[in-house]
């Protein structure tokens, strides 16, 4: 491999006992003779396929400890791994997180998407200006940076920001709902978590009917023993008495299908990947949570952790995968930390490694952050930045279940999905498909955020409405009147007030030429400029396209410049108008007929819809 190192770059010992810190039991001592004398190099462990995977956590580390990546942090990072550096300058520069250039030691990530948006975001960005001046530029003496950012998962609780904060004792922090006065206050490591509710139904008479959400509130998310004495690791022992094929067998009898979006069936998934002959099998958890308006995930990972942990066991256990993944968003600090810290608890117990529970199972996970890319949500992107390469997906096929993790087979599935397995197994798969409606089996977790009283995940069966989820939300605002609700996020659809009574299932949202998605329910009132809201969509998934193919790089640049042309001023129903949505439609089948992945294929989507069912940009509205 040739190796160019940058000239006369060396890292500082700040960054590399960053570095050191981060691969702790992943190093060996560098031979104290030969041409490595001086540099410690990765240890090749287990199916691991030599030492790239690292790279993500240590660009991390370097981040956390210096507020960017210098050319010496780079060049000793790659020494210790073996990457060629213009290769990990590719990878660093594909992250929103992760800075090739000097910042401060504070970075400030406002939420300025379509949840805060209408929740005061635009007036924290405003303040922010007044505050440190432009985006973008160093402030405060050289201590502090601000961008705008994003969805951050906060929906719930907006406006929201996201802190990174370099040093000795460098970490992120979550503010939400945040002020100008609290995020100076977060800089300081001086704010409290929230205390705004994130699930209200849990604290609600009827919370025992829950599924999903029973233990959200209820139990301890940092004690493994609180956990099991709620019931915790009673499906894991089940799933062991029952062996691996009454696993996928049950599964399969469940009808469970992926709630991130995509909907395939889950025991179709996992018996692909446990009959497959090439070895080893992996098995990840998807819990890079990014869509706008989505933050159930989120809830799971930081109330619940253990819950997925157990899952991803069973899993593991049934597709025959001995090493597992927990793939968290960078931007979910408290999340990554709880389930680092059931992963640990759960090792140290016997519920996780070479002989789980003591039956043989050998079962073991990793943690891993992403570092803000949409596009590593879907799941061979998210392979690749596992991997330690730029976070773009491949082709299929082959699929996943062929050659996905390290080119082995693998299964993946979201938290969500997951989560359900532990009843599954538990009460039988016939038991769980009795609840819901057809084929949507089971109890499903919206993200109901925008202008309603009481935001938050809500869990119900398949077949309620979306009128009864947006009342379980307390409905609009005294006085307001409903304009409209974009359901699955800015991967969705806008949804006409007159279309509120359709059944939340999966059939339903395909006759009515919508998506479930990821369980987004976005509401806006009559208060609401659903026209900039659609130009925000369309701005995010020109930033947040990857690049890789023409279609999508090309056409979410496109459909954005004609909504800001139309915008600008073409008169509705003239020529100049009837051919910008023209071409706005064009590129939208482009991108769907073209596109590598998902976020082509969706990217006109919510565009499409607002002009089609509302009436925005001068479309006629559908009757």
């Not at 050998?362 to 390469?389: K, V």
């Not at 001023?569 to 071409?583: D, W």
Request: net charge negative.
């Amino acid at each position: 491999m040739d190796l160019r190192w940058i000239p006369g770059a060396a890292a500082t010992p700040e960054e590399r006992s960053a570095v050191d810190e981060a691969f702790g039991d992943a190093l060996a001592p560098t031979p104290a003779t030969g041409p490595d004398r001086g540099v410690r190099v990765a240890r090749e462990g287990g199916a691991d396929p030599g030492n790239r995977h690292l790279l993500l956590p240590a660009f991390h580390a370097v981040v956390r400890r210096a507020g960017w990546i210098s050319p010496g942090a780079m060049n000793y990072v790659c020494q210790r791994l073996g990457v060629p550096p213009a290769e990990a300058y590719g990878v660093a520069t594909f992250y929103s997180m992760l800075s090739t250039e000097p910042r401060p030691p504070v970075a400030v990530h406002i939420c300025d998407d379509i949840a805060c948006r209408v929740a005061g975001g635009s007036e924290l960005v405003a303040e922010l200006e007044r505050q440190w001046g432009a985006e973008g530029q160093p402030a405060a003496g050289g201590s502090f940076v601000w961008h705008r950012s994003p969805c951050l998962g906060q929906c719930e609780r907006p406006p929201a920001a996201f802190l990174q904060l370099a040093g000795a004792s460098g970490n992120e922090r979550e503010v939400a709902p945040a002020s100008f006065d609290e995020i100076l206050a977060a800089s300081r490591h001086e704010v409290p978590r929230s205390g705004a509710l994130s699930a209200p139904q849990t604290q609600r008479p009827g919370r025992e009917t829950l599924r999903l959400l029973r233990r959200v509130g209820r139990v301890d998310p940092e004690s493994l023993d609180d956990y099991r004495a709620h019931g915790g690791y009673a499906a894991l022992r089940r799933a062991i008495e029952m062996g691996p094929e009454a696993v996928l067998r049950e599964v399969t009898d469940s009808k469970l299908v992926g709630r991130g979006g995509a909907a395939f069936p889950t025991g179709r998934k996992w018996e692909a990947v446990a009959r497959a002959p090439v070895r080893p099998h992996y098995f990840v958890c998807n819990a890079d949570e990014s869509e706008p308006g989505t933050f159930k995930d989120r809830v799971l990972l930081e109330e619940d952790p253990f819950a997925v942990v157990e899952a991803m066991t069973i899993a593991g256990f049934a597709t025959g995968s001995e090493s597992g993944f927990i793939y968290v968003r960078g931007e979910y600090p408290l999340a990554a930390a709880r389930v680092a810290g059931a992963i640990a608890q759960a090792r140290s117990r016997g519920f996780l490694g070479a002989d789980v529970l003591g039956h043989g199972v050998r079962f073991d996970i990793e943690l891993r952050r992403g570092a803000g890319a949409y596009i590593c949500g879907e799941e061979t992107a998210l392979f690749n930045s596992i991997e330690g390469l730029r976070g773009e997906p491949r082709n299929k096929p082959p699929f996943p279940t062929q050659e996905g993790l390290f080119r082995k087979p693998t299964g993946v599935n979201n938290v969500e999905t997951l989560v359900n397995v532990l009843d599954i197994v538990l009460q039988g798969g016939q038991a769980f498909a009795a609840t819901g409606s057809g084929s949507s089996t089971g109890t499903k977790l919206f993200c109901v955020s925008g202008q309603v009283k009481e935001r938050g995940v809500y869990e119900v069966p398949f077949g309620a409405t979306l009128r009864q989820l947006v009342d379980m939300a307390g409905g609009l605002l005294p006085g307001r009147r409903l304009q409209t609700v974009l359901l699955g996020g800015a991967a969705g659809v806008f949804l006409a007030p007159e279309e509120m009574d359709m059944p939340l299932t999966f059939e339903a949202a395909r006759s009515a030429g919508a998506t479930l998605g990821s369980g987004a329910v976005l509401v806006f009132d009559d208060t609401a400029d659903i026209q900039d809201l659609v130009i925000r969509i369309a701005a995010f998934f020109r930033d947040e396209s990857c690049g890789q193919c023409v279609p999508c790089r090309v056409g979410t640049v496109r459909q954005e410049e004609a909504l800001r042309r139309l915008e600008a001023g073409a008169p509705n129903g003239s020529p100049a108008a009837a051919a910008e949505l023209s071409l706005v439609a064009e590129i939208g089948q482009v991108m769907r007929d073209a596109s590598i992945c998902g976020l082509g294929h969706t990217a006109s989507s919510a565009v499409e819809s607002a002009i089609r069912k509302l009436g925005l940009f001068g479309g006629r509205k559908a009757k």
